[in-house]
Structures are given as C-alpha cells and as structure tokens.
C-alpha cells in the first residue's frame, strides 16, 4: 500500500531528524518529495497521528509533534515494558557485536559528534527490541525511534548530554547480555529507562 510506504518514508526523515518538533509540513511539498497524490499523503498523515508523530490542526495545516511531559512518559513507559522484554527472552546471535557497537559511541563522543552518538544510540536499543524476532515488534520500535528523535530535538538546548550521557550505561547493558546475565540486564535496561523518564520530565516541567 502506497500509504504506508510513504508513511515510513516520513517517519525515517523523522528519526534522521530533516524535521523539527513543531513544523509545518506542506502537502504540496511533501506530496513532491514522496512522489504521491494530496490522497494518499492524507492517508499516511492519518496514519502518522495515530503514532503521534504529527498532528492537524483545523484551517492551519500538519505539524510535527512537539514532546511534552505526558508524551515522554507514555514513549518512555512503553520502551520499559518493549525493550526489557528482548533483552531477556531474546536471541542474540553475536552478543560481542552489541558490546563492541555501544562501545563506538566513545571515539565518537570525544571527537565531539553527538549526532553520531544519537545514531548508535539507536542502533543499539533497536537491536535490542529486533532480539525477539518479531516483525511487528519492529515497526512498533520505529515508531518509538521516531518519537525518540523528536523529544531529543526538542532537549538538546536544555540537556546537551543527552547522546553521550547514556553510552557507557549502554555499553554495561550489552556486557550483561553477553555475559547471558538477561535477568539483571532487562532489570538494568527499565531501571535506565525510568531513570531516563524521570529526568527528561523533570527539565520539561521544570
């Protein structure tokens, strides 16, 4: 389906952050970009407000959405239920590899490339939800990813560190599954991500 082509084509401009929380998208533009009709651009904005990545506002047009506290929250409550749960029941076939992947973020934060720590970032806790093996798990991650990379956008002025703060949390994480410790490492991965929660809601209501 056409849609749901050009609706992940938008969410992946989304997670490579081409947007901003709280710009307009046109549909004359974006119609051009995607290679698709007004109608079925419609169709994949529908889709994409109901993964609360935009938003329609009457006789003013689409928006990205803009994080506020109860959006982290709910993105944030439903990493900590996903991502324990590949981390503990899920296969993984060269555990080394997540361990060498999260710890590449380093050289990259001391060369002063956050962008590129976001990057691994992501790789990093994707592969922990793909562990389990399901395709719809997957997609639910991209949508989580996407989401992630608004509210990222939006804290940077506030919280600069966001990337690099969260590396060698990840890089122990990917050692406790590599050392088959799953049971401490799923506790280890929703205790980081509450931990996460509670800060990122502490600057936006502060």
Known sequence: MLADTVASAIREAISDGEFQ????LSEVRAA???SCSRNTLRESFAMLSAQQLIH???YRGVFIATPDAAYVRDLYLARAALEPAGVAWGTFANPQALVELAQSARAFAAAGQPQQVSNINQRF????VAAAGSASLDREMSHLLARM??????L????PDIHTDHIESNVR????????????AADYCRA??????EKITGLLEG
Request: charged share 25%.
């Open 21 to 24: 929380p709280g710009q307009q």
């Open 32 to 34: 051009q970009r995607f």
């Open 56 to 58: 329609r506002e009457p």
């Open 125 to 128: 806790h994707r592969a922990l």
């Open 149 to 154: 990379r608004l509210t990222f956008l939006l």
């Open 156 to 159: 940077i002025p506030r919280y």
């Open 173 to 184: 994480l990917a050692q406790l599954i590599a050392q088959d410790k799953r049971a401490d």
């Open 192 to 197: 980081c991500l509450l931990q996460t929660l």
